[in-house]
């Protein structure tokens, strides 16, 4: 197969663009699970669920953040939604920056009236109770189903940015770099709950089981697509820009995923402190984007 080649110059992202793709999975993933918890769980992940709302939201806030910093204008943020030119909204279904835009904006109000019907469940905002009894029943499963096709896409859409470009790597890599970051955000968020958890001891032992249980088939899933992506650059003859001086981060993806299955064995879990295995988790989620998003540019 011949080489690949490539003519888009690097588009010489900073740690900016980082936070925001490792931020915004975890805030898409945690709204998914969120909504798994809540309908398809019994009443004792109530609380877990609850947990993952308010993550989800807190998760999302400093997007928009990293997005408009990254922009080097900060303040051009808003060209991205309104046309100046015809006075309109400027959506374009087309182009991947504006359609992300957007996307991030409508998955921003599902998580955010989530969120707030979630504090008020805790009591935190009495306020906010009539829209945490609009978010039970039907009306809720509706409003976070919809919220939840939104953070996965969030979840799969940085790794699908990447792949429509013209890059080195990110190109080469396909569908399985979206598929990929879709299921590092799941194990991601997984993890996160399951530290949260720990943390407040306040979560059903059965829910957290679960959600141990969940995060090791994310993390299968993650392991399987990671290696596809090697593949692909492997055949694009790009392997080397993603290996070399990377190799570190490499065992930090390595470390996050064998932890969830390490803390599953009764003589580890009794030596390693229980938020060991989710912080892990999650330090692997931000190498794996780390190098996936600076090799290519290197």
């Not at 409508?106 to 935190?124: D, N, T």
Request: hydrophobic residues 60%; contains cysteine.
């Amino acid at each position: 197969m011949p080489p690949a080649e490539h003519f888009a110059s690097s588009p010489e992202w900073q740690w900016w663009i980082l936070g925001y793709f490792f931020f915004g999975g975890i805030a898409g993933g945690s709204y998914a699970l969120g909504t798994l918890l809540r309908f398809a769980g019994d009443p004792r992940d109530e609380r877990a669920a609850r947990i993952a709302f308010i993550a989800s939201f807190i998760a999302l806030i400093p997007c928009p953040v990293f997005l408009t910093l990254d922009l080097g204008q900060p303040f051009r943020f808003w060209h991205m939604l309104i046309d100046t030119s015809e006075g309109g909204l400027a959506f374009k279904p087309w182009s991947p920056m504006s359609l992300g835009s957007w996307v991030l904006l409508l998955f921003g109000l599902f998580s955010f009236v989530s969120f707030l019907g979630a504090v008020a469940e805790e009591g935190w905002f009495r306020a906010a109770s009539p829209i945490a009894r609009a978010l039970r029943g039907g009306a809720g499963l509706v409003w976070n189903v919809i919220g939840t096709l939104f953070g996965l896409f969030i979840c799969a859409y940085t790794g699908v940015l990447l792949a429509v470009s013209n890059q080195p790597v990110w190109s080469d890599a396909g569908w399985a770099l979206g598929g990929m970051f879709l299921a590092s955000a799941l194990s991601g968020s997984a993890a996160l709950l399951l530290l949260l958890a720990r943390s407040r001891r306040d979560v059903d032992a059965d829910t957290a089981n679960r959600l141990e249980a969940a995060d090791r088939y994310f993390v299968i899933l993650e392991a399987i697509l990671i290696a596809l992506f090697l593949v692909t650059v492997a055949i694009a003859g790009t392997i080397g820009k993603v290996l070399g001086v990377w190799v570190v981060l490499w065992l930090v993806v390595a470390l996050g995923l064998l932890a969830p299955f390490a803390m599953a064995r009764w003589d580890v879990a009794r030596r390693w402190p229980p938020v060991a295995a989710p912080l892990l988790a999650l330090l692997g989620v931000l190498a794996l984007r780390a190098l996936v998003i600076f090799s290519a540019q290197s």
